[in-house]
Protein backbone atom coordinates (compact mmCIF):
# COMPACT_ATOMS: atom_id res chain seq x y z
CA UNK A 1 0.00 0.00 0.00
CA UNK A 2 1.12 3.75 -0.81
CA UNK A 3 1.73 5.89 2.20
CA UNK A 4 3.07 9.77 2.12
CA UNK A 5 3.25 11.91 -0.75
CA UNK A 6 1.99 9.48 -3.33
CA UNK A 7 -0.70 8.46 -1.49
CA UNK A 8 -1.94 12.15 -0.73
CA UNK A 9 -1.55 12.62 -4.46
CA UNK A 10 -3.41 9.83 -5.35
CA UNK A 11 -6.48 11.17 -2.77
CA UNK A 12 -6.13 14.58 -4.19
CA UNK A 13 -3.81 16.39 -2.94
CA UNK A 14 -2.39 19.01 -4.93
CA UNK A 15 1.40 17.65 -4.79
CA UNK A 16 3.30 16.19 -6.97
CA UNK A 17 5.21 13.70 -5.28
CA UNK A 18 9.12 13.30 -4.74
CA UNK A 19 9.32 10.22 -2.97
CA UNK A 20 7.37 6.86 -2.79
CA UNK A 21 6.65 4.97 0.66
CA UNK A 22 5.31 1.39 -0.30
CA UNK A 23 3.66 -0.44 3.17
CA UNK A 24 4.60 -3.78 2.19
CA UNK A 25 2.78 -7.29 4.33
CA UNK A 26 4.02 -10.81 3.74
CA UNK A 27 7.28 -12.53 4.21
CA UNK A 28 10.84 -11.55 2.12
CA UNK A 29 9.57 -13.64 -1.06
CA UNK A 30 6.88 -10.72 -1.63
CA UNK A 31 9.30 -8.09 -1.32
CA UNK A 32 11.70 -9.61 -3.74
CA UNK A 33 8.77 -9.76 -6.05
CA UNK A 34 8.10 -6.27 -5.49
CA UNK A 35 11.30 -5.69 -6.35
CA UNK A 36 11.58 -7.53 -9.73
CA UNK A 37 8.28 -6.86 -11.04
CA UNK A 38 9.25 -3.12 -9.67
CA UNK A 39 12.45 -3.38 -11.40
CA UNK A 40 14.16 -1.66 -8.79
CA UNK A 41 17.88 -1.25 -7.88
CA UNK A 42 19.31 -0.09 -4.59
CA UNK A 43 19.84 3.05 -3.82
CA UNK A 44 20.57 5.05 -0.46
CA UNK A 45 19.44 8.40 -2.48
CA UNK A 46 16.34 6.81 -4.19
CA UNK A 47 13.26 7.88 -4.23
CA UNK A 48 11.29 4.55 -3.56
CA UNK A 49 11.33 3.46 0.52
CA UNK A 50 9.81 -0.41 1.15
CA UNK A 51 8.83 -0.50 4.74
CA UNK A 52 6.96 -3.46 6.43
CA UNK A 53 3.54 -2.94 6.96
CA UNK A 54 2.02 -4.02 10.05
CA UNK A 55 -0.84 -5.00 8.48
CA UNK A 56 -1.69 -7.81 5.48
CA UNK A 57 -2.19 -6.87 1.68
CA UNK A 58 -1.04 -8.43 -1.44
CA UNK A 59 2.48 -8.86 -2.47
CA UNK A 60 2.35 -6.20 -5.13
CA UNK A 61 0.02 -2.69 -4.30
CA UNK A 62 -2.89 -2.31 -6.53
CA UNK A 63 -3.30 1.43 -8.61
CA UNK A 64 -5.26 2.88 -6.18
CA UNK A 65 -3.85 1.21 -2.73
CA UNK A 66 -3.09 3.84 -0.02
CA UNK A 67 -2.61 3.48 3.67
CA UNK A 68 -5.53 5.03 5.86
CA UNK A 69 -5.39 8.97 6.04
CA UNK A 70 -3.96 8.91 9.77
CA UNK A 71 -0.65 7.08 8.35
CA UNK A 72 -0.56 9.40 4.62
CA UNK A 73 -0.85 12.57 7.65
CA UNK A 74 1.84 10.84 9.62
CA UNK A 75 4.10 10.65 6.92
CA UNK A 76 3.70 14.10 5.71
CA UNK A 77 4.43 15.24 8.90
CA UNK A 78 8.15 13.30 8.36
CA UNK A 79 8.87 15.38 5.72
CA UNK A 80 10.90 18.35 6.25
CA UNK A 81 9.60 20.56 3.43
CA UNK A 82 7.34 23.58 3.70
CA UNK A 83 5.60 22.69 0.39
CA UNK A 84 4.37 19.84 1.91
CA UNK A 85 3.53 21.47 5.63
CA UNK A 86 0.91 23.81 3.27
CA UNK A 87 -0.24 21.16 1.44
CA UNK A 88 -0.87 18.97 4.40
CA UNK A 89 -2.16 21.49 6.24
CA UNK A 90 -4.73 22.64 3.58
CA UNK A 91 -5.30 18.59 2.40
CA UNK A 92 -6.15 17.78 6.03
CA UNK A 93 -7.65 20.75 7.67
CA UNK A 94 -4.71 20.67 10.48
CA UNK A 95 -2.02 23.55 11.47
CA UNK A 96 0.49 20.82 12.93
Not at 20 to 45: P, W
Not at 63 to 90: H, K, M, S
Amino acid sequence: MFGSEIAAARLGAPIRPASVLIHLGGNASDRRELIRQGRLRKDERGMIRIRPAIWTNSPVPAFNETVPRLLIRAGLLLEDDPRIDEIRTQFFGDNC
